[in-house]
Nanobody
Framework: VQLQASGGGLVQPGGSLRVSCVAS????????VCWYREGSGKARDLVAV???????NYADSVKGRFSLSRHNAENTVYLQMNSLKPEDTGVYYC??????????????????????WGQGTQVTVSS
């Protein structure tokens, strides 16, 4: 199973962007999907999770600005990013992750080990 992120681009501070995570198989409806962000020279941090029940969880840095949605028939999870800030700049990746992460009080800190990382998508927030 592979997940590929796409839809990144250049956006001005305060702007919006929606990135997509598409799975190669019908897994979006039965697995939790996590989004990660890797800034230049920084660790790959977990920023958002959505589980099969539709529960979501967000890092404090993006709470209230980012939102997740899933479209099982399309095997796709979307990350809507509003009120973007320069510190949101980075490569965004998605991956399958534990469903429980969507309902715990605070997202677990990394690093998180995965056997495979799909293609990420670059998001640049700059004027």
């Amino acid at each position: 199973v592979q997940l590929q992120a796409s839809g990144g681009g250049l956006v001005q501070p305060g702007g919006s962007l929606r990135v997509s995570c598409v799975a190669s198989g019908s897994i979006v409806g039965i697995n939790a999907v996590c989004w990660y962000r890797e800034g230049s020279g920084k660790a790959r941090d977990l920023v958002a999770v959505i589980n099969p029940s539709g529960n979501t969880n967000y890092a404090d840095s993006v709470k209230g600005r980012f939102s997740l949605s899933r479209h099982n028939a399309e095997n796709t999870v979307y990350l809507q990013m509003n009120s973007l800030k320069p510190e949101d700049t980075g490569v965004y990746y998605c991956n399958i992750c534990p469903p429980s992460w969507a309902t715990i009080d605070k997202l677990p800190s990394g690093p998180h080990e995965y056997d495979y990382w799909g293609q990420g998508t670059q998001v640049t927030v700059s004027s």
